[in-house]
């Protein structure tokens, strides 16, 4: 298994602005995603961090707007740049532990992200 | 995008009830998988059922899995309040077999 910390749990924040979410994992990973959760709906991914390169992003996220950093195999940021209401989500990250075609995730607490 | 599809959207129950979630995809698939969560928070992994299982039990859940109507459902048996969450099936497509898509989720409310 894997402990998961996220930093900060929640935020309150203005348009224009930008919010870095950290993630800690317990053990060393190789497999991290970030993924948004808006309110009521499912997980959507974001993308995937990749330790020594640049993520891979899903349909519909480009970098700019949520740049991610993997500088060493416990831990990854996730910027949420220029933000606008809309942005108002949750953000998980979740680890998969065990390699090869996708098993078990364990996720983190979540970043509740609220922007005014 | 989403691949799964789950109904019913909500569920209220009384304790000691079994509560029945059903979940659809559209692709062909590695393995499905249910996670609940609660309140807005983490999810947490319940049972992962592989696409040449037909059935699966982990404790008061049951899964079983129908690859040729490509649908999945999660049995709770013997419901207690603390199973009150929102539950999430998750597939691995086999053309796409490092992430998870996740499907709509069905709120369960279990009243004491």
């Known amino acids: 298994s894997a402990v998961i910390s996220q930093k900060p749990s929640r935020d309150i924040c203005q348009r224009g602005t930008s919010l870095t979410i950290q993630c800690q994992v317990d053990?060393?990973?190789?497999?991290m995603f970030w993924y948004r959760q808006q309110p009521g709906q499912s997980l959507t991914l974001i993308a995937t961090?990749?330790?020594?390169?640049?993520?891979?992003?899903e349909s519909g996220f480009v970098i700019d707007k949520f740049p991610i950093s993997r500088p060493n195999l416990t831990f990854s940021t996730l910027t949420v740049s220029n933000m606008s209401p809309e942005d108002s989500s949750i953000y998980l990250c979740?680890?998969?532990?065990?390699?090869?075609?996708?098993?078990?995730?364990?996720f983190g607490p979540g970043t509740r992200l609220t922007v005014t | 995008s989403q691949q799964g599809e789950e109904d019913p959207q909500a569920l209220s129950i009384q304790e000691g009830e079994n509560a029945t979630m059903n979940c659809s995809y559209k692709?062909?698939?590695?393995?499905l998988q249910w996670y609940r969560q609660n309140s807005g928070r983490g999810l947490v992994h319940l049972i992962l059922?592989?696409?040449?299982?037909r059935e699966k039990h982990s404790g008061r859940l049951r899964v079983t899995l129908d690859t040729s109507k490509k649908s999945s459902s999660l049995l709770i048996t013997a419901s207690r309040a603390a199973d009150t969450a929102s539950y999430f099936c998750?597939?691995?497509?086999?053309?796409?077999?490092?992430?998870?898509?996740f499907g709509a989720g069905t709120t369960v409310t279990v009243r004491a």
């Open positions: 979740s680890v998969d532990i065990a390699g090869g075609p996708a098993n078990e995730q364990y």
């Open positions: 053990s060393q990973v190789t497999m």
């Open positions: 961090a990749n330790q020594g390169s640049e993520a891979t992003y």
């Open positions: 692709t062909s698939i590695n393995n």
């Open positions: 059922i592989r696409s040449n299982e």
């Open positions: 998750a597939t691995v497509e086999r053309s796409n077999d490092y992430k998870l898509s």
